[in-house]
């Protein structure tokens, strides 16, 4: 099965910084890569679907890159609401493994 | 509004048995694969099942493969999944969705809010 490996897994930044978490997986996957954003208490929130594509609704600060094994989510300025924890997902076909997140809080 | 909603959790003995009901509204459910999730208290997210929209495909996570059975009725826009032999470590927040889409798709990567299953004797 592939694996999904995110890096850190945890993160600690200041308003504004630009902030970088990277997800690796053991095979190519393409581009069927999503994030998912989860606040404390909540329930995961997706935020950008094929690798790149940011959801309707979700700020610009938001991005995704990244094809085949390597793939990146950037906030480019870093707000106060953004504290959460921020998981990968792969979804070409099951099983449908997730990263095992990455804790973004502030400094 | 679209929504899933699960149903069916609570505190079971191990060994015991549940089923998890999804039930889903304001979109056409048949059109897609769902999934079953689950979050242990302070932990990551697990995929535990998934189930294709005719039910031709469904697959198991390893930790819940022969106590798991995952099921759906699109009559009822409805996605079970009888869990069985029950373990302490099958304890977490089990929530249902459907998968990110490949294209724009406002109807995809929709969640519910998730029930709580509670193996403890």
């Known amino acids: 099965d592939i694996q999904m490996t995110q890096s850190p897994s945890s993160l600690s930044a200041s308003v504004g910084d630009r902030v970088t978490i990277t997800c690796r997986a053991s095979q190519a996957i393409s581009n069927f890569l999503a994030w998912y954003q989860q606040k404390p208490g909540r329930v995961p929130n997706l935020l950008i679907y094929a690798a790149s594509t940011l959801q309707a609704g979700v700020p610009s600060r938001f991005s995704g890159s990244g094809s085949g094994t390597d793939f990146t989510l950037t906030i480019s300025s870093l707000q106060p609401e953004d504290v959460a924890t921020y998981y990968c997902q792969k979804y070409n076909s099951a099983p449908y493994a997730f990263g095992q997140g990455t804790k973004l809080e502030i400094k | 509004e679209m929504q899933l909603v699960e149903s069916g959790g609570g505190l079971v003995k191990p060994g015991g048995s549940l089923r998890l009901s999804c039930a889903g509204s304001g979109f056409t459910f048949s059109r897609y694969s769902i999934i079953w999730v689950r979050q242990a208290p302070g932990k990551g997210l697990e995929w535990v099942s998934s189930?294709?929209?005719?039910?031709?495909?469904?697959n198991y996570a390893d930790s819940v493969r022969g106590r798991f059975t995952i099921s759906r009725d699109n009559a009822k826009n409805s996605v079970y999944l009888q869990m069985n032999s029950l373990r302490a470590e099958d304890t977490a927040v089990y929530y249902c969705?459907?998968?990110?889409?490949?294209?724009?798709?406002?109807?995809?990567?929709?969640w519910g809010q998730g029930t709580l299953v509670t193996v403890s004797s």
């Open positions: 189930i294709s929209t005719s039910s031709s495909y469904m």
């Open positions: 969705a459907n998968l990110a889409p490949v294209n724009f798709d406002p109807q995809a990567g929709l």
